[in-house]
Every structure is written in structure tokens, then in C-alpha cells.
């Protein structure tokens, strides 16, 4: 196993927060990507919203030459404007943990410029063609 996914795991192993969102992530993820996980949705009662709104507004943020398969095929990647570490929280019934997660600080960005981005504030604004 790589040095990397050696601090992933300790990292979820002894950091509530990073689990936590970790787990947040990879539902949200599923229910996007695999429809049979759309029954199981727990996180839309903590967040305040459903599926069909995060879609909604994911579509409307995808760069020009991007589609939703793009998502789909994870040359998109769904970013927090303002990053995660901006936020102060410690469990899902915190205000901050629901402004993280809300539909208005969520969006999608071409896979290369999100890792550029990091947990940077810069805000990117993607017009050209497919990176």
C-alpha cells in the first residue's frame, strides 16, 4: 500500500471530521451515480435536501463542453466553493456542517482544475472546452 493511501486510512481511523465528511461524500456520490442507492438517501434528511435538487443544481454548474457523463465517468468532480476547511463543525447537526454540504456552496469542476484548486478559496470559472 502507497504512503498516500496509508495516511487516508489512519487518517479515517482517528479523525471524526474527516470521516464524517468522507462518508457524507461517498453517499452523496452513489446516490448520483448508481440509482439503486437511491432509497437509502439519509443524508437528504440531515442536509435539507434531495437527490433531485443536488442534481439540479450540479447540472447547472457543469463547464461549457462538459456533460453529465462526464460526472459520470469522474472527469468531473463535485467541489465546495468555499472548502471544507473553512468550516468549524464536529458533527451533522452543527449550522456549519450544513452550510458546508449546502446546495449553494456545492458545484462541479473538471477534474484537473479541483486539484489544482485544493482547499484553496480561489474560485475558478471554467469556460474553455474539455481540459
Same mark, same amino acid.
Request: glycine residues 4%; hydrophobic residues 30%; proline residues 2%.
Given at each position: 500500500?502507497?504512503?498516500?493511501? !496509508?495516511?487516508?486510512?489512519?487518517?479515517?481511523?482517528?479523525? &471524526?471530521?474527516?470521516?464524517? !465528511?468522507?462518508?457524507?461524500?461517498?453517499?452523496?456520490?452513489?446516490?448520483?451515480?448508481?440509482?439503486?442507492?437511491? @432509497? $437509502?438517501?439519509?443524508? &437528504?434528511?440531515?442536509?435539507? #435536501?434531495?437527490?433531485? !435538487? +443536488?442534481?439540479?443544481? +450540479?447540472?447547472?454548474?457543469?463547464?461549457?463542453? #462538459? =456533460?453529465?457523463? $462526464?460526472? +459520470?465517468?469522474? @472527469?468531473?468532480?463535485? $467541489?465546495?466553493? %468555499?472548502?471544507?476547511?473553512?468550516?468549524?463543525? =464536529? !458533527?451533522?447537526?452543527?449550522?456549519?456542517?450544513?452550510?458546508?454540504?449546502?446546495? $449553494?456552496?456545492? @458545484? +462541479?469542476?473538471?477534474?484537473?482544475?479541483?486539484?489544482?484548486?485544493?482547499?484553496?478559496?480561489?474560485?475558478?470559472? %471554467?469556460?474553455? &472546452?474539455?481540459?
Amino acid at each position: 500500500m502507497s504512503y498516500y493511501n !496509508d495516511y487516508q486510512n489512519n487518517r479515517y481511523k482517528n479523525d &471524526e471530521r474527516f470521516r464524517l !465528511d468522507r462518508n457524507i461524500s461517498r453517499s452523496i456520490r452513489r446516490a448520483l451515480k448508481y440509482s439503486k442507492y437511491n @432509497r $437509502d438517501n439519509h443524508w &437528504e434528511l440531515v442536509l435539507g #435536501y434531495t437527490i433531485k !435538487d +443536488l442534481k439540479i443544481r +450540479l447540472l447547472s454548474t457543469i463547464p461549457a463542453g #462538459y =456533460t453529465w457523463q $462526464d460526472y +459520470l465517468e469522474c @472527469r468531473l468532480e463535485l $467541489d465546495h466553493i %468555499v472548502p471544507i476547511k473553512f468550516y468549524e463543525y =464536529t !458533527d451533522i447537526s452543527n449550522n456549519e456542517f450544513k452550510k458546508c454540504w449546502s446546495l $449553494d456552496n456545492l @458545484r +462541479l469542476l473538471p477534474k484537473k482544475i479541483h486539484r489544482i484548486k485544493g482547499g484553496s478559496l480561489n474560485s475558478f470559472v %471554467v469556460k474553455t &472546452e474539455c481540459l
